[in-house]
């Protein structure tokens, strides 16, 4: 009972934390619970195209072929760089293989089990080619705002017309949890002796100092240092992944500690100071795993308002 008196009021403490890097992003007013609810209070940024038209870059039939003429940045398996190629090669290979496209495969695999009960697909077929980026939910778990169309020729988007729910995802961890399946989530990071690196890799930011962890979405790339969680050896091993549907629109990210029976689940709709999802998520990790030091995300989230992407980074 003691510890889980001391584990409420660490996670208690996170509402100053989650308060200042709402502020950062640019709320007004800004509460815990206005980061279940922030299509009426972002701040949008005007690199990442937040409330701009969506707009089809080119059609999906070429995307193998464009994908097949750009440099190579490094050997295969060897060196990781930020693309989204795969998932628009794995898309083509799973409608070629398989018969179906891409959406109507989740749709059937989450709704005809009856695990996807607070998954909401939409029947975006036939929508304007327009739509504001910023999408998902709102005050009003049945309302969505509009969002780019998602069709056959679709390369990114939300989760190809899919939208879950933190509970969806809190099913998704306690599942993993009560299976000691944790695998799933950590056959991408690396735990090999080595300096600690910001490399990514399929939505996966490894930390190859065990025990740490580094950075979860791409926070780590315009934050100049980022501070490292080293958990207390009773916390066990940590899970940690970071997803993103629509760019900018919609960021999930996931943290499990078998070890301690827990997991930690952030879902946003937008994208402002960087990825407000996994500085959330690590701030929640810092309170379950016990941390040395407290990290100061809002300050590290401040790094943001002077950086801004210009074309694409490869590397």
């Known amino acids: 009972m003691a510890v889980e008196s001391d584990m409420q009021e660490r996670l208690a403490a996170l509402e100053l934390s989650i ?29 990442s195209g937040d409330k701009v038209p969506g707009v089809l870059c080119f059609s999906k039939s070429p995307s193998c072929s464009a994908y097949n003429n750009l440099e190579s940045t490094g050997g295969f398996r060897t060196d990781w760089a930020y693309s989204d190629w795969a998932y628009a090669t ?13 959406c109507s495969l989740c749709e059937e695999a989450t709704t005809t089990t009856g ?8 029947a975006v077929y036939g929508w304007p080619e327009s739509g504001e980026a910023i999408c998902g939910h709102g005050r009003c778990a049945s309302t969505f705002d509009a969002f780019s169309p998602v069709t056959g020729d ?16 809190m099913k998704y961890t306690t599942a993993l949890l009560q299976a ?9 990071i690396f735990t090999a002796r080595s300096p600690v690196e910001k490399s990514y890799a399929f939505d996966f930011y490894r930390s190859q100092l065990l025990g740490t962890i580094l950075g979860m979405g791409w926070n780590s790339i315009y934050a100049k240092k980022m501070s490292t969680l080293v958990p207390k050896s009773h916390a066990g091993p940590v899970m940690a992944h970071r997803g ?18 827990s997991s930690a689940v952030v879902c946003i709709n937008f994208i402002a100071v960087g990825d407000v999802s996994g500085w ?33 980074f490869r590397g």
Do not use: K
Request: glycine residues 8%; hydrophobic residues 40%; negative net charge.
């Open 154 to 169: 679709t390369i990114m988007g939300p989760a190809m017309g899919g939208w879950s729910t933190a509970e969806d995802l």
């Open 19 to 47: 308060q200042q890097i709402c502020m950062v992003a640019g709320y007004t007013e800004p509460d815990t619970s206005s980061t279940c609810s922030p299509t009426d209070r972002v701040s949008p940024d005007p690199s």
């Open 280 to 312: 959330a998520s690590l701030a929640a990790l810092e309170a379950l795993a016990e941390t040395r030091q407290a990290s100061n995300f809002a300050a590290l989230a401040t790094e943001r308002r002077p950086f801004r992407m210009s074309g694409i």
């Open 90 to 102: 794995a898309s083509e290979m799973i409608e070629a293989l398989g018969g179906t496209n891409f």
């Open 180 to 188: 000691h399946a944790a695998m799933p989530l950590s056959g991408h």
């Open 115 to 122: 695990h996807g009960r607070y998954i909401v697909w939409q």
């Open 244 to 261: 993103s549907g629509a760019l900018p629109g919609y960021h999930v990210a996931m943290a499990l500690l078998p070890e301690l029976s």
